[in-house]
């Protein structure tokens, strides 16, 4: 099993690739190229990439991207996806006005 925190590991230069202008994360309208780039800058895992590009924070928080940046990230570094840390899921979910939540029936009203 690799190290992935080891940040001397060379990996090479970024080079551009055909495909870097595909949508990954949909939600946060984040490219592959960038990505990529945040790899071959030194963010070798998971949270960070998501900490610092947003991929996977979006509405559907990782569902439809999770396993893609993944994918994308495991290829940058010569690993198996399985080699990786997994990264948080959550419920996707969207914003509730507190004028919701504060009408329930049967509450006190001021």
Wanted: aromatic share 2%.
């Amino acid at each position: 099993m690799n190290d992935l925190s080891d940040r001397s590991k060379d990996i090479g230069p970024f080079t551009p690739a055909p495909d870097d202008d595909e949508i990954i994360c949909r939600c946060e309208e984040i490219t592959k190229g960038e990505i990529r780039r945040a790899v071959h800058d030194g963010l070798f895992e998971i949270a960070e990439i998501r900490r610092f590009l947003r991929c996977g924070m979006g509405l559907c928080q990782g569902q439809t991207c999770g396993r893609l940046v993944k994918g994308i990230v495991a290829r940058e570094l010569g690993v198996k996806p399985s080699e990786m840390e997994p990264a948080t899921a959550r419920s996707p979910m969207r914003p509730v006005e507190m004028s919701i939540l504060g009408n329930e029936q049967g509450g006190a009203r001021k």
